[in-house]
């Protein structure tokens, strides 16, 4: 069984449940995760992630991972396949909620890593072996990190990970299922789902966060990915995964759902630019794909703008596809970033 792999390959049909954004004018990429709960609860994702893995029982049908953690650099770090392109920070969520305590639930398995753990942003460090999730045989849903007796107050729990791993584990992955909270008393507790609630839906790998100095995206940061081959968690008792991005599982996409009669997404042109197909409820109404390579870099450019829609709930899905303009110079075989393809903001017309 595969874990990311099935985040990065075959076709995912559109249709993912999510909260819908009503007549906004502009919903940026970073649109949080929030959950109704004592106030509100959010997730943030930040650095590179493989999203909505689907191939495990997770608690909420989904789980994220991730495995990179440390900057490449020349020569590659000690652990090269935890490392980033330069850019890229390590990878991190982070959970702000209001309550007396909270549970980390995510999975054990032979192929898993080291997290940093901070609350309140003070790295825990009892007991020992605090964040390492190796195990010789895989446990899902699992409880990793719990605290309890917090005051009543707002606080955060940021998992990162740390491109470290138990000498018997064979790879660097932290899963994140779902995040336990404690209320306090007289009030109900609940859980938070990874996926939670989002006006955007990321599928496969993704770049999130980013706030790159030299950009200049509409809200600060943005999404974006150029749909590696990564071969992903495998299971070891598993046939060894394909070395090209052929097989099943999910390509990289990422959905936005809204209610309105139109919708532009909007990204960057840049020389390092790819090719995406936009779907528009599960329909691609353009060919060729849209390209958004240039040979300068344009920020904030209106990459696709739909037809006029009936007035109602819709999905806009834009698919990495890992190809480039004819135009571009990009050598595909020494950059990994040849195909980028960005989601900085969507406009909706009510």
């Not at 999510?18 to 502009?26: D, E, F, G, L, M």
């Not at 909007?266 to 691609?284: C, K, M, S």
């Given at each position: 069984m595969?874990?990311l792999q099935?985040?990065?390959?075959?076709v995912?049909?559109?249709?993912?449940?999510?909260?819908?954004v009503?007549h906004?004018?502009?919903?940026?990429?970073t649109?949080?995760?929030?959950?109704?709960?004592?106030?509100t609860?959010?997730?943030?994702?930040?650095?590179?992630?493989h999203m909505t893995?689907?191939?495990r029982?997770?608690?909420g049908?989904?789980?994220a991972?991730?495995k990179w953690a440390t900057q490449?650099?020349n020569?590659?770090?000690?652990l090269p396949n935890?490392?980033t392109?330069?850019?890229?920070?390590?990878?991190k969520?982070?959970?702000?909620?209001s309550?007396?305590g909270?549970?980390?639930?995510?999975?054990?398995g032979?192929?898993?890593?080291i997290?940093?753990?901070?609350v309140?942003?003070?790295?825990q460090?009892q007991?020992?072996?605090v964040?390492d999730t190796?195990?010789p045989?895989?446990?899902?849903?699992?409880?990793?990190f719990?605290v309890?007796?917090l005051?009543?107050?707002?606080?955060t729990l940021a998992i990162?990970?740390?491109?470290?791993?138990?000498g018997?584990?064979?790879d660097?992955?932290?899963?994140?299922?779902a995040?336990?909270?404690?209320a306090p008393?007289?009030?109900?507790?609940?859980r938070?789902?990874?996926?939670?609630?989002?006006?955007?839906t990321?599928y496969g790998?993704w770049?999130l966060?980013?706030?790159?100095?030299?950009?200049?995206?509409?809200g600060?940061?943005?999404?974006?990915?150029y749909?590696e081959c990564?071969?992903?968690?495998?299971n070891?008792?598993s046939?060894?995964p394909?070395?090209?991005?052929?097989?099943?599982?999910?390509t990289?996409?990422?959905v936005?759902?809204?209610?309105?009669?139109?919708?532009?997404?909007?990204?960057n042109?840049?020389?390092?630019g790819?090719q995406?197909?936009v779907?528009?409820?599960g329909i691609l109404?353009?060919s060729?794909p849209?390209?958004t390579?240039?040979?300068?870099?344009q920020s904030?450019?209106?990459?696709f703008?739909?037809?006029?829609l009936t007035q109602?709930i819709?999905?806009l899905a834009?698919?990495?596809?890992?190809t480039?303009?004819?135009?571009?110079?990009?050598?595909a075989?020494?950059?990994?970033?040849?195909?980028?393809?960005s989601?900085?903001a969507f406009?909706?017309?009510?």
């Amino acid at each position: 069984m595969r874990w990311l792999q099935a985040a990065m390959c075959s076709v995912l049909a559109v249709g993912v449940a999510a909260p819908v954004v009503t007549h906004a004018t502009t919903v940026e990429e970073t649109a949080t995760t929030t959950t109704n709960y004592l106030g509100t609860a959010t997730i943030t994702y930040i650095g590179k992630w493989h999203m909505t893995e689907i191939t495990r029982n997770w608690s909420g049908g989904t789980a994220a991972a991730s495995k990179w953690a440390t900057q490449c650099s020349n020569p590659p770090p000690p652990l090269p396949n935890s490392c980033t392109d330069a850019s890229v920070p390590a990878a991190k969520v982070t959970l702000s909620f209001s309550g007396t305590g909270v549970t980390w639930i995510g999975a054990l398995g032979p192929q898993l890593g080291i997290a940093n753990i901070y609350v309140d942003g003070v790295l825990q460090q009892q007991p020992a072996n605090v964040g390492d999730t190796y195990a010789p045989t895989e446990q899902i849903q699992k409880e990793l990190f719990s605290v309890s007796g917090l005051a009543n107050v707002p606080h955060t729990l940021a998992i990162e990970v740390s491109g470290t791993k138990n000498g018997a584990s064979s790879d660097y992955i932290i899963v994140v299922d779902a995040f336990d909270i404690v209320a306090p008393s007289g009030y109900p507790s609940g859980r938070i789902q990874e996926t939670g609630q989002a006006a955007v839906t990321y599928y496969g790998g993704w770049i999130l966060g980013d706030n790159y100095a030299i950009h200049i995206w509409s809200g600060g940061t943005a999404a974006y990915s150029y749909a590696e081959c990564e071969p992903g968690i495998v299971n070891p008792n598993s046939p060894s995964p394909p070395t090209g991005c052929s097989g099943t599982g999910v390509t990289t996409r990422a959905v936005f759902t809204f209610r309105g009669t139109g919708v532009t997404w909007i990204g960057n042109r840049h020389p390092q630019g790819g090719q995406a197909n936009v779907y528009i409820d599960g329909i691609l109404p353009q060919s060729p794909p849209v390209d958004t390579w240039w040979s300068v870099e344009q920020s904030q450019q209106r990459l696709f703008t739909s037809g006029t829609l009936t007035q109602g709930i819709h999905t806009l899905a834009i698919e990495v596809l890992g190809t480039q303009s004819t135009a571009s110079n990009c050598a595909a075989g020494t950059l990994p970033s040849c195909f980028i393809v960005s989601v900085d903001a969507f406009d909706v017309t009510p």
